[in-house]
C-alpha cells in the first residue's frame, strides 16, 4: 500500500508490461491449442480451456488496474 512516489511510474508500467505478456501468451496459447490438441498433449495441460485461459486473464486484468490505481492512474 505505501511505495517510493518516484518508483510509482514504474511500478505501474512493470502492471502494464505484464498485463501485456499475459494477454500476448493468451493468444499464442489459443493459437496453438487446436495442434496440441490433435498431437493428443492437451491431456498434459489440465487447465487450458479457453474459459480458463479467460479467468486467469480476467484475474490479471484487474490485478493489473488496481496496481495503476494506487499509483495515481487509471
Do not use: F
Not at 487446436?34 to 474459459?51: F, I, M, N, V
Request: hydrophobic share 45%.
Amino acid at each position: 500500500s505505501r511505495s517510493n512516489r518516484y518508483l510509482l511510474s514504474d511500478l505501474a508500467i512493470a502492471a502494464i508490461a505484464c498485463r501485456a505478456a499475459a494477454h500476448a501468451a493468451a493468444w499464442n496459447i489459443r493459437a496453438n491449442l487446436p495442434t496440441l490438441r490433435a498431437q493428443g498433449l492437451l491431456p498434459q495441460l489440465p487447465d487450458a480451456s479457453p474459459e480458463s485461459i479467460d479467468r486467469v486473464l480476467a484475474e490479471i486484468d484487474a490485478r493489473a488496474a488496481s496496481t495503476e490505481r494506487a499509483c495515481g492512474q487509471a
